[in-house]
């Protein structure tokens, strides 16, 4: 089993709210972006351009470039790259490609499913014993996931979105693993490695970046995905990992979602079948189920007199 140092406090929901709006819009931002790039080199630019964001924030707060950001042990750089890996080259690569084969909706769901996947090893990793209710509320989400699935006839895409989902879960827990690397710091390195190796990646499949038209649309859409909806959201969302645990962390990701769904709806014009908006409601319902728990459990005991 594996020890961390994470504090036994509640999540911060303003902060999640932030990440789960961010995240939300992320599938409308990407179809919009996919109409002037390559699905590859836009996820890559997506993480890379990310990365050097954070980076020039690093900058400007002027953090010494210390053991916190920049690791002095091997190990910990391999963790990082191992984090890349899953959490940018696994994650975006499966997500960005998942849209061609799911409406907006349906992928912002099944990507987002990382709270159901997250309990068990968090339990045997990091001894976070689930309570009997978030256990009610991830089979209840299981099952929300597969209504909202079906439609789609478990194709391609919702492999690759189920894919992209376990890439966020095991981001999730290699970052207790690095609790000792500067916020920031952790986030600029993995998004320039994740985002090195996918532009690889998309490079031997797409061949060269000719064929991205560097439109006005596109670069307003690359500049907001990659700022809103990716650097500030990670950054908070690495916070309350650090804090939190990790099933009442990623419990509010089951919100994602929700507001994938409205900005499917709003911004692209898609229908919810009956079916979608049956497996999105249990979905939420399964959310308030862990939420409520993870209160609960850091409610203060009243004292007896």
């Known amino acids: 089993m594996i020890t961390a140092r994470a504090e036994a406090t509640g999540v911060r929901p303003w902060r999640m709210l932030i990440v789960v709006v961010g995240w939300g819009s992320c599938y409308a931002l990407i179809t919009w972006g ?3 790039a390559p699905v590859l080199w836009f996820a890559a630019l997506r993480a890379l351009v990310a990365g050097l964001l954070l980076l020039a924030v690093l900058l400007l707060v002027g953090r010494r470039a210390d053991a916190t950001v920049l690791p002095r042990e091997a190990g910990t750089w391999g963790l990082i790259g191992v984090l890349a890996l899953t959490n940018v080259t696994l994650t975006f690569g499966a997500m960005f490609a998942s849209t061609s084969g799911l409406t907006t909706g349906a992928a912002a769901v099944l990507s987002n499913s990382a709270p159901l996947l997250i309990v068990l090893p968090a339990w045997w990793l990091y001894a976070e014993r689930p309570r009997v209710v978030e256990i009610a509320g991830v089979a209840l989400g299981f099952g929300g996931l597969v209504l909202v699935a079906a439609p789609t006839g478990l194709g391609g895409g919702a492999g690759l979105a189920v894919l992209a989902a376990a890439g966020i879960t095991a981001g999730a827990l290699l ?3 690095l609790d000792d690397v500067d916020l920031l710091a952790l986030g600029v390195w993995q998004f320039l490695f994740g985002g090195t190796v996918l532009s690889v990646v998309a490079a031997v499949t797409e061949g060269p970046p000719t064929t991205i038209t560097w439109s006005a649309r596109f670069i307003t859409v690359l500049l907001v995905l990659s700022a809103g909806a990716t650097a500030l959201p990670y950054v908070l969302w690495f916070g309350e990992l650090r804090r939190a645990s990790l099933t009442s962390v990623t419990a509010w990701t089951l919100l994602v979602p929700v507001v994938g769904v409205a900005f499917g ?9 009956l079916m979608e908006g049956l497996g999105d409601a249990i979905v939420i319902a399964a959310l308030l189920l862990v939420v409520q728990s993870s209160r609960a459990a850091h409610r203060p005991r009243a004292r007896k007199a």
């Open 265 to 273: 709806v709003a911004v692209l014009g898609e229908r919810v079948t």
């Open 34 to 36: 996919m109409r002037d």
């Open 175 to 177: 970052a207790r693993r």
